[in-house]
């Protein structure tokens, strides 16, 4: 039973465009919320995240949204750019039963078309 | 920077070989995490460690046994290696307590012949 579903396998944006990779949570008790970017032949390195007390978070081109409501979150890239085409995986983490664990998602691979 | 070093970034062995992976990470940081990927299924953890000599089991350790015993290595063995050990390996670390970002290695990718 996935807590932690990316719904998309792959996702195609052309460049300049906005990306939009959302993520689906079931455990209610999940209180912090990563997003990490792999490349091939490289391990993941983490973007950005998000507590549970907030509903957006921003940097640079990079925002997440938090629906806690529906526990759903989003990544938003604006404009995507080439260097962007990785796979995306969000992780969720908080109960408190599971110590340091991340929860993590299978991943949507994005591809950003020149 | 953070820097984890896994020993190997392409390992060949064949079934019911001792292997072990080894990983190594320079940030002093308490927390290490052994994970495998695979398609379709995310990062699944494997063993984790908040401590030298410490260890914890993760969601899939049957077949993998751990060992820290210095801060900075974190080893994981497969104590007699099957096929369906073939995967991608990840090592991690982080600073201790909740809401730590984990800093990878680039992965071992193991194949059992």
């Known amino acids: 039973d996935q807590q932690v579903k990316q719904n998309s396998p792959s996702l195609s944006v052309q460049e300049g465009r906005i990306s939009i990779l959302n993520c689906d949570y079931t455990?209610?008790?999940?209180?912090?919320f990563l997003w990490y970017k792999k490349y091939p032949a490289e391990g993941p390195t983490f973007l950005i995240s998000?507590?549970?007390i907030k509903d957006k978070n921003e940097d640079g081109r990079f925002t997440v949204f938090l629906n806690k409501s529906a526990k759903h979150l989003s990544l938003h890239i604006v404009p995507s750019q080439p260097g962007d085409s990785a796979v995306y995986f969000c992780?969720?983490?908080?109960?408190?039963?599971?110590?340091?664990?991340?929860?993590w998602g299978a991943g949507t691979k994005l591809i950003i078309k020149p | 920077d953070v820097k984890v070093t896994q020993s190997s970034r392409y390992l060949v062995k064949r079934t019911g070989e001792k292997v072990f992976l080894e990983c190594v990470q320079d940030?002093?940081?308490?927390?290490m995490f052994w994970y495998r990927q695979d398609p379709g299924l995310g990062l699944r953890l494997i063993y984790f460690?908040?401590?030298?000599?410490?260890?914890e089991k993760g969601d899939i350790p049957e077949g993998y046994s751990v060992s820290r015993e210095k801060k900075e290595r974190f080893s994981l063995i497969l104590e007699s290696a099957s096929t369906n050990q073939t995967s991608m390996y990840l090592c991690?670390?982080?600073?201790?307590?909740?809401?730590?970002?984990?800093?990878f290695g680039d992965g071992t990718r193991l194949s059992i012949l």
């Open positions: 455990n209610s008790m999940f209180d912090y």
């Open positions: 460690s908040y401590d030298v000599k410490m260890k």
């Open positions: 998000i507590s549970s």
């Open positions: 940030m002093d940081h308490e927390n």
């Open positions: 991690a670390s982080s600073l201790t307590g909740f809401h730590q970002p984990q800093h």
């Open positions: 992780a969720a983490s908080g109960d408190r039963d599971s110590n340091y664990q991340l929860i």
